[in-house]
């Protein structure tokens, strides 16, 4: 989720962002070694000819999902998902 986040703010400074979907990218890894490794793959999976980019998505866009799926552990684990939101409110105020 952080790609999107970042491509957004990218693109809002008028840069160029192409996203690549992460089971393109998956088949070219050689190794979950370091980070060297894996921008290698990236760079290798980016020169493919035929290779499709995901579109970045605004934060609204993001939003409307994330609702659903706070939604679903709601209703299994409630007194969880009262503590994560606890979590994450606290430091904004």
């Known amino acids: 989720m952080q790609a999107p986040i970042t491509g957004d703010a990218m ?4 840069f160029t962002v ?3 979907a992460t089971q393109f990218v998956k088949r070219y890894v050689k190794s979950n ?3 060297i490794n894996d ?3 990236i ?3 980016m020169s493919q ?3 499709k980019f995901v579109a970045v998505k605004k934060v609204e866009q993001q939003d409307i999902p994330a ?3 706070n939604r ?3 209703i299994v684990h409630p007194a969880a998902k009262a503590k994560q939101v606890r979590s994450l409110v606290a430091p904004a105020q």
């Not at 693109?11 to 008028?14: A, K, L, N, V």
């Open 72 to 74: 679903s552990v709601l």
């Open 11 to 14: 693109q809002s400074r008028d």
């Open 18 to 20: 192409k996203l690549i």
């Open 67 to 69: 609702a659903h799926r």
């Open 43 to 45: 760079c290798g999976t």
């Open 33 to 35: 070694e370091n980070d």
């Open 49 to 51: 000819s035929s290779m």
């Open 39 to 41: 921008a290698e793959s």
